[in-house]
């Protein structure tokens, strides 16, 4: 239950990508942002450490999929995520992390898995009244890497 709570050493004293001064894009100047609609839709930067922070509460409680963050360092994959989220929402963030392949290979995730924790998240961020037309936003950009993160198993 409280597993990941535990792990981390509770969220309250995670850091976060917005201790940091995001890194913009290349190419980009302060007079032009790169936040598009979906990233501020979802509350910019604090909305989505929110949504981390949610999604991993719910994770917590998700006995489908918790074990396959048994031996992650939960504070390292909060930062990541953050930063993946933002930048794939048109934020003001670069993901510098491994690519989606890399990062699962080998976990042997199978549909149902991906469908969990996809829906743990579409859950987290109703928690948090984020809007449905940000929530299917955020939904559309992730699906396209549904081959990248599911192994090659058909199950
Ligand atoms: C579109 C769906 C997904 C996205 C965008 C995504 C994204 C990410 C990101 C950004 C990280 C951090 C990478 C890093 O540490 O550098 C990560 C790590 C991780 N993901 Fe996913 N993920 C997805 C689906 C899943 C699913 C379905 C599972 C398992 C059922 C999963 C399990 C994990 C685990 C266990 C880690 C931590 C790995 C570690 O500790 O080294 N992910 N994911």
């Known amino acids: ?9 509770g969220f309250g004293l995670l850091g976060g990508c ?5 890194i913009m894009h290349s190419g980009t100047s302060a007079s032009q942002p790169v936040e598009d609609e979906l990233f501020q839709a979802l509350g910019g930067l604090e909305g989505i450490e929110n949504i981390a922070d949610q ?4 994770l917590a409680d998700n006995d489908k999929v918790v074990h ?3 031996n992650s360092n939960i504070e390292r994959f909060r930062t ?11 934020g003001p963030c670069v993901y510098e992390g491994d690519t989606m392949e890399a990062v699962h290979r080998g976990m ?11 829906e743990t998240l579409v859950l987290a961020m109703e928690d948090l009244h984020v809007p449905t037309a940000a929530i299917n936003g955020l939904i559309a950009r992730l699906a396209p890497l549904h081959d990248a993160v599911r192994s090659q198993l058909e199950n």
């Open 1 to 9: 239950m409280a597993l990941l709570i535990s792990l981390s050493g």
């Open 18 to 22: 917005a201790t940091q001064t995001p």
């Open 55 to 58: 999604f991993l509460y719910r």
């Open 68 to 70: 396959f963050w048994r």
């Open 80 to 90: 990541q995520f953050v930063s993946h989220l933002c930048d794939l929402s048109g």
């Open 108 to 118: 042997d995730i199978r549909q149902s898995h991906f469908n969990s924790v996809a």
